[in-house]
């Protein structure tokens, strides 16, 4: 395998520091269909979304994170508000989408993203 050794990564119009791209960016993003389970395209680091039950989904990484990410985030979208919560691991991530925080009701989200950031293994 080859290395590459640069500072900085530009466009011709727009310059950014590499520390920047390696550090500070998603490692892992996925949008899919909750009720049907299909990833749109343009995921990242995604291999495939299990359906675990109703509002319940274990996206899986292709790469494995070195420890469970840093940060997460995500939103679904269903008939009405709803909410999203997001347990990260080294080579999953749970996910859960309610009608509330408290889990009252789970739901499947006819659009749903997450997002993961950290060191990839």
Partial sequence: M???NVSNISDGTDTVETGYVVNGSAKAHVNFDGTSIAIRTGSLNIASVTDNS???YTPNFTSSFNDA???T???TIANYPGVMRV???TGTCQVFTATSYSGAAYIDGTDTSIQCC???A
Avoid: V
Wanted: aromatic letters at 0%; hydrophobic letters at 20%; charged letters at 10%.
């Fill in 73 to 75: 985030g995500g939103m």
């Fill in 118 to 120: 950290g060191d990839l």
């Fill in 2 to 4: 080859s290395t590459l």
């Fill in 87 to 89: 347990n990260p691991s």
């Fill in 54 to 56: 109703t509002g319940k």
């Fill in 69 to 71: 990410p840093s940060a």
